[in-house]
């Protein structure tokens, strides 16, 4: 029952609306390639990890996944984009990713990042460079903080990109040859990317919720969640 009424959120007006929207931006983000993933041919960081995980806070976590989830296969399938199993598993860290933006204090969210670290120094390389898998504290750290820093936009969006990264890095580390040092070289890279992605993430979540608010201005209704403090140029401000 409770997962009937979740699902209830996308078969709505405003919840397919949001659908249509989000599918547009993933269809195209998906087609801007940002940067090259090392260890792989064909496989790039696009435009879409700047905005992905913003669902889970509009449709809740998991209706938030379901529509990423959702959105992603339509994208691939309607460009007879090539479907292996490197490219299936990358759809993981994003769900993860929306999951964490749209959750709480939640345990998954805890969880998440902890199995991410133990599978990194289980294996015989991630064990030599274990303290790159401390960039994966991140989200544990943001979600014990205070709910007023930890309900912050940039900090939630800081930590839905390192939760992607953390489940992302663990799988990396057991499908792709890499070396101690090419771990090593990854880490300016990591501070770089991530920080551009929470700030796009950040940006993609008052954009939207900006929009969505506006579209609920005439009919409120409690299926897309909206956050007053991200706002852009309030009405009757």
Sequence with gaps: MVSIMRLNKLITTKGLLFLLIFSILVFTGDRINF???IGADN????LFQFFGPVAG???GPAVGVLSVLIAEVASKLYTNASFDWITALRLLPMLFA???FGAKKDKLSFLV???AILLFIAHPVGRQ???FSLFWTIPIVIKLLPKKY???AFLKSLGATFTAHAVGGAMWNYIVPMTPA???ALIPIVIYERLLFAGGITASYVGLNTLLDRLDSKSKSDYINTDKRYVLFKQGA
Excluded: H
């Design 150 to 152: 930890s309900e912050k």
């Design 98 to 100: 929306a999951w964490y």
């Design 129 to 131: 460079v274990w303290f």
């Design 113 to 115: 990042p902890v199995a």
């Design 182 to 184: 090419a771990w090593i």
């Design 35 to 37: 940067s090259r993933l």
């Design 57 to 59: 806070a509009f449709l």
């Design 43 to 46: 496989q790039f960081f696009t």
